[in-house]
């Protein structure tokens, strides 16, 4: 019940077109879900979070869609690009206690030029 | 971008010695994280703190121990090294969620990598 599962594994897209990370997770206790960024040699930056209160967050190319009653959350890159290329991770946490995370096992994006 | 500066960046060691990874913070979060990534795995968490002295396991935890003696030091120590504890090692922190936010997101260090042999 605590995992968070994450897909693709890899997705490789041309300049330009639509990147989609999907993830779907199981404890409905979790109200909380970021999603991390991370280059080669550096460790997770955070990029973009949603609370369940709404379907859909958005911040420049960065959109998440979040289905609480699929218990699903998606993030999708528009107009990718070159630099987008990196490995993305998924995560789900409870607003209380520890604030302990679990996270999606990552997707690495090759955007190509 | 958040002041956690984690020692050291690299290591390379032997099967059985000791090792110690410090997570240093500048700023003044009471939650600080140990996680290890692995291919396939993603980040799972082994230890955390949420405060000075006050700390707890994670999912992965058999095989390390941490200490908290001040708010901006994290150790995560590995008595005996073994090589399925080759990995990279990512330290996070976090502040208390303020009141009527309910959350705080969890920043990460540069990672360390370590290699048992």
């Known amino acids: 019940q605590q995992q968070v599962k994450q897909s693709p594994q890899s997705l490789i897209v041309q300049k330009g077109g639509i990147s989609i990370i999907n993830c779907a997770y199981e404890?409905?206790?979790?109200?909380?879900f970021p999603w991390y960024q991370q280059f080669p040699g550096k460790g997770p930056a955070l990029l973009i979070a949603i609370r369940p209160d709404v379907s859909e967050k958005k911040e420049g190319r960065f959109t998440i869609s979040f289905n609480k009653s699929a218990k699903q959350f998606s993030l999708h890159i528009m107009d990718s690009q070159p630099g987008d290329s990196a490995t993305y991770f998924c995560a789900a946490s409870k607003a209380s206690g520890t604030y302990k995370y679990i996270f999606g096992t990552g997707t690495r994006l090759k955007v190509l030029a | 971008d958040a002041g956690i500066t984690q020692s050291p960046r690299h290591k390379v060691t032997e099967t059985g010695t000791p090792v110690t990874l410090r997570c240093h913070q500048t700023e003044n979060h009471r939650y600080m994280y140990w996680y290890r990534q692995d291919p396939g795995h993603g980040l799972r968490l082994i230890h955390y703190?949420?405060?000075?002295?006050?700390?707890d396991k994670g999912e992965v935890s058999d095989g390390y121990s941490v200490s908290r003696s001040k708010t901006e030091d994290f150790l995560l120590t590995l008595e005996s090294a073994t090589s399925s504890q080759t990995s990279v090692y990512f330290c996070?922190?976090?502040?208390?969620?303020?009141?009527?936010?309910?959350?705080?997101?969890?920043?990460f260090g540069d990672g360390t990598r370590l290699s048992i042999l």
């Open positions: 703190s949420y405060g000075v002295k006050d700390t």
């Open positions: 404890n409905t206790a979790f109200d909380y």
């Open positions: 996070a922190i976090s502040e208390s969620p303020s009141t009527g936010d309910g959350f705080q997101p969890q920043h």
